[in-house]
């Protein structure tokens, strides 16, 4: 039997030898795909934006009553709020606080997910059958029922929103990774590892993982969007992002009682989530597309 | 039904037992590791320290931890949810018995309606796939389906109550009956009253799924259409219509069928955000309130329904799966 680590060397070289390495060829499909490269440019634009905000459109220090709740005008672009506040400039700082939220939360879930499922899948057995009996009693709460709960319960911050939104997403990417490990394990590579006396943890970061990885790539990026929309949900409830911070479910909160005289203050952070969660489903889209050989857009 | 699939039902109901003794314990290691204590959220502040020591007694909050445990999983096994911490102290299960139906009134019209619309569109774009049709939705549903629930409701809200609204489609936008005239009605018209509260709540709730469920029906469609019996269907002479309906939708139907169980909870989920919305009296507000009152059996029967709402759907699903497709084996 041959050295895998030799064979996938062997083959890597031989690939980008003749430039056709599998990520060459899934980042070629990526880039032809108009409706990602769509999703991802707004997904930068809006990046770039957040992380710029405090630069490019610092917040005013106090409420600002002389121009409160004025409609979108060429100086206030989509208008201001029941305390004067730029509901632009709101959006802007909200972005950071929504984005930080879906990229940690799903930062989490994915750990905590392909950690779960590749001891499952690798392990088996009884092991396998009580990680998967936790995956399922988690998945039958439904998530939100479970956020309001654990956020009514334990007051809410901006960390604790992270790990509760971490610790109820990762079911779906343990299953995932289980199924992949399950299917990888039995391969040569892996059986010649075993053969070769590699330990466990070697074989299982080494040479079962990054054949696992991709379709982890696509649940996450699927699932920041998923997150946000939480997110959005628990702070339209009161139970989210508390003020001074900001995030666009916050903003649709605070506006609501307002929203048949002020209706911009409700409806613009909405189209901001909107816009985002469906630039990260692109994106993902986009990704699951370029990744599986077996799927043909 | 055959001995298999009867055998497997019986299985299945078997293994959710601890499942929902699961969901039992978590809730109620959740409410007891939270800060705080229940009898401070309604006791005034001038209470005396006897009278606190006293309510905590009368609810058995002095126990130990393990006793406290055992006598809820006892009382749950035997459908006695007690007694609600606030509000006169009514029965729990008479909460419920009041919120469930409205709530699962919600869920389940919304449930047929996100899968009719969800799979006429899927079936619209395969049939006319890369059309400006298919275009046209795949983009308008990936738009729904990136779309809070919550908020679609809103904006809802303020279009009808908007004054370019005509005054012909007038709606509700809150409650589920006209309190001022539905005990005068006819049994039909508190029906249709009912239904019109209904419009508004439904598709906050149900268009994102319906959006996703297209994405779903219009792939599967398009697997189907490509098979080779479809291929026959139309050499045999079939019109265009009874190939679609006929021969590629029935086939095409059966992995939908296991998006019930998947939809199942995004529904019970969204209802609880939904229900706030329109101010629906159901599982969601009552959650909604108690969880802000620490009133902990109700938060508890709440939390184990809606987990016993999923259990249910996910079982439902997957004998419905196996039921339509001979390929399944029961194992």
Known sequence: MSDPARVATAVESRASAIGTSPWTIARRRFLGRRQAMAGLALLVILAVLALLAPAIAPMNPSVDLVNRLRPPSAVHWLGTDDAGYDILRLLLHGARVSLLIGFLSVGIAVTLGTTVGAV?????????????????????????????TVAALFGSSISLIVVVLGLTGWMGVARLVRGQVLAVKEREHVLAARALGYRPLRILLRHILPNVLTPVIVAATLGIGNAILAEAALSYLGLGVQPPDTSWGLIIYSGQDRMLD???ITAFPGIA????????????????????????? | MSVGLLRYAGRRILQAIPLLLGILTLTFLLLHLAPGDPT????????????VEQTRERLGLDQPLP???????????????????????????????????NTL??????????????CWIGVIQAVRQYGISDTTLTIGSLALYSMPGFWLGLMLQIAVSSSWWPDALALPVSGMIDVRSHASMSLLGQGVDVARHLVLPTIGLGLASA?????????????????DYIRTARAKGLSERRVIFRHALRNALIPIAS???????????????IEKVFSWPGMGMLLYDSVYARDYPVVMAVTFLFGAIVVAGNLISDLLYAAVDPRIRYE
């Open chain 2, 211 to 227: 959006a996703g469920i297209a994405r779903y029906m219009r792939g599967e469609m398009l697997e189907v259409i490509h098979q």
């Open chain 2, 259 to 273: 998006l019930l169980g998947l939809y199942l909870p995004i529904l019970i989920g969204g209802s609880v955000v």
């Open chain 2, 105 to 118: 009134l919600l869920g389940l019209v919304s449930l047929v309606i996100i899968f009719v619309v969800g």
């Open chain 1, 120 to 148: 499952a899948g690798y392990a088996g057995r009884w092991v396998d059958a009580g990680l998967m009996r936790t995956v399922d009693l988690f998945l039958s709460v439904p998530r939100l029922v479970l956020l309001i």
């Open chain 2, 40 to 51: 401070a959220t309604y006791l005034t502040d001038n209470v005396s320290p006897e009278v």
């Open chain 2, 67 to 101: 006793v406290q445990y055992a006598r809820w999983v006892t009382s749950f096994a035997t459908g006695d949810f007690g007694r609600s911490y606030v509000g006169g102290e009514s029965e729990v299960a008479e909460l419920i018995g009041a919120a469930l139906p």
């Open chain 1, 273 to 297: 989530i909107v816009l985002t969660v469906m630039a990260f489903n692109l994106v993902g889209d986009g990704l699951r597309d370029a990744l599986d050989p077996r799927h043909v857009p």
């Open chain 1, 262 to 264: 002020a209706w911009w």
